[in-house]
């Protein structure tokens, strides 16, 4: 496995644009572990440029990744935000790979913040059955990274949602899951 870039460990060590913002639009998602919680904030001024904050409670993992997404978005248009894909962002850092998937549930706060600020529902906010039990891996977020990423096999879902990494007892749902979602 190559190093982790060094501006991992930068934003990591030093996570910029940590805390809540006044007047700004807040949601919240569920972490990687039952009392885990991630709050996004986000706030556009009158030339609509954005601005990010964030808060973790309980988990630390998405710390470098919320750190970088608040640093590339800082002062960026609206529009551009808006249209931020993950591949994008990871090209951005020149992140490899196999660090992708950490950007998956940052990228999916900053989805739900621009929702609400649109006054559409947070489309994150029922995520449905838990089914990883170790790292609090719900249905829904299993049936859509299988849906967007196209995967077909169980390491392919553990890759990208980090489901049945732990102490793999959930492996047969993800099976099932991934049957499911392959007919349909």
Not at 152 to 176: P, Y
């Amino acid at each position: 496995m190559p190093p982790l870039p060094a501006v991992v460990f930068q934003h990591y060590r030093q996570p910029r644009h940590q805390g809540a913002l006044i007047k700004a639009t807040e949601v919240v998602l569920e972490g990687r572990r039952e009392d885990a919680e991630l709050r996004l904030y986000l706030r556009v001024d009158d030339q609509d440029k954005v601005r990010l904050g964030y808060t973790l409670k309980g988990d630390r993992s998405p710390i470098a990744a919320l750190s970088l997404l608040a640093t590339w978005a800082m002062g960026r248009p609206l529009a551009e935000v808006e249209a931020l894909t993950l591949e994008q962002l990871a090209s951005h850092y020149e992140l490899p790979n196999d660090l992708r998937p950490a950007l998956v549930q940052v990228l999916e706060a900053l989805e739900a913040a621009l929702a609400v600020r649109r006054g559409e529902p947070n489309p994150y906010a029922d995520e449905g059955a838990l089914v990883c039990h170790c790292l609090h891996v719900r249905e829904k977020r299993i049936e859509r990274t299988i849906r967007e990423r196209k995967l077909s096999t169980v390491d392919e879902v553990r890759f990208w949602t980090r489901a049945c990494s732990g102490c793999r007892s959930c492996r047969t749902d993800v099976e099932e899951i991934l049957g499911r979602c392959s007919r349909g």
